[in-house]
């Protein structure tokens, strides 16, 4: 399967057999003439298909099938941790405000390494969240990076 993935990359790496690809995805489903050595390439891949007739289409299970090899390969997230902010503000500081909930008590004051140490815990992107949280005014910190603590109460 992981020959199939990388030949289908590859075939997309070509302008002509992309071209091909997209012909063939234009087509639907009843296919089309086959065209050699493009179409070789694709189905080598998996993701083109000869009908009985000799015409050629788009294997949508081959497609499934080799999306769903390459999200094995992505690693677990691991339970309850923040991968990604969302993109919608209020929801953003919705998050934001719920991890400084969990990581940092009201007065109280810590060091640069004790808060990555608490965010570790809760999210993935530890710089990028501390980052969020200080641009968005729910963390505050000294100019030096030497202590952090909730906005409105240091």
């Known amino acids: 399967m992981q020959q199939q993935l990388i030949q289908f990359l590859a075939a997309l790496a070509n302008g002509r057999t992309r071209g091909r690809f997209a012909a063939l995805a234009a087509a639907g489903p009843a296919g089309v003439a086959p065209a050699g050595g493009d179409d070789a390439l694709l189905i080598a891949a998996g993701v083109v298909q000869v009908l009985d007739d000799g015409r050629v289409r788009i294997c949508e299970p081959g497609i499934r099938a080799l999306l769903g090899h390459a999200r094995e390969g992505i690693p677990a997230k691991p339970q309850g941790k923040v991968d990604l902010l969302p993109r919608q503000h209020t929801r953003r500081l919705e998050v934001l405000r719920g991890v400084a909930d969990r990581i940092l008590g009201a007065d109280e004051r810590i060091p640069e390494r004790e808060l990555n140490a608490r965010l570790e815990e809760h999210v993935m992107d530890i ?28």
């Not at 949280?133 to 409105?152: K, M, N, Q, T, V």
Request: no cysteine.
């Open 127 to 154: 710089p990028g969240v501390r980052r969020a949280l200080i641009d968005e005014g729910i963390l505050e910190r000294e100019a030096d990076g030497s202590a952090y603590w909730r906005a409105g109460e240091g």
